[in-house]
């Protein structure tokens, strides 16, 4: 297309000023990366945990929240029959963090590995999640 102005003529392509088909929206954008990461995440801290405390008795993962910029992950972990107390097995969690971190480098083809935070798990599930 060839647009006049004055005396000098300017050409352009179309093909840069086409307006999209569909208006862009963030729904049609999200991507499920983060829900991924969290599976993954409850996964192979669930077997890591197996395997490190298998003699303080039953407990599970029950949910990993991670945040979109990977940099922090709190995982809920939910204690049944434990030969000591909550707050004592959280304690202890957390003190091997990093440990866990490492080990999840070693398992996992990430970039960035986040930084684990133990919780107990609440009675109420409805205080957990937003």
Request: hydrophobic letters at 40%; one cysteine or more.
């Given at each position: 297309m060839i647009?006049?102005?004055g005396?000098?003529?300017?050409s352009?392509?179309?093909k840069?000023?086409r307006?999209?088909k ?7 954008y ?10 993954l995440?409850?996964q ?13 008795g ?11 910029d990977?940099?922090?992950?709190k995982?809920y972990?939910?204690?049944?029959k434990?030969k ?9 969690l957390?003190?091997?963090a990093?440990?866990?971190r490492?080990l999840?480098?070693?398992r996992l083809v990430?970039?960035?590995i986040?930084?684990l935070?133990?919780?107990?798990y609440p009675?109420?599930?409805?205080n957990v999640l937003?």
């Open positions: 647009v006049t102005k005396l000098r003529s300017v352009f392509s179309l840069y000023f307006i999209p569909r208006v862009r929206d963030d729904r049609y999200m991507s499920d990366r983060i829900p991924k990461v969290n599976k995440l409850k192979e801290i669930s077997n890591i945990l197996q395997a490190e405390f298998r003699d303080l039953i407990f599970s993962v029950m949910e990993a929240m991670t945040v979109a990977l940099s922090l992950s995982i972990i939910d204690t049944l434990l000591i107390s909550d707050e004592e097995f959280c304690k202890r957390n003190k091997k990093p440990y866990f490492q999840l480098k070693k990430s970039k960035k986040p930084m935070e133990f919780i107990i009675a109420e599930p409805e937003p």
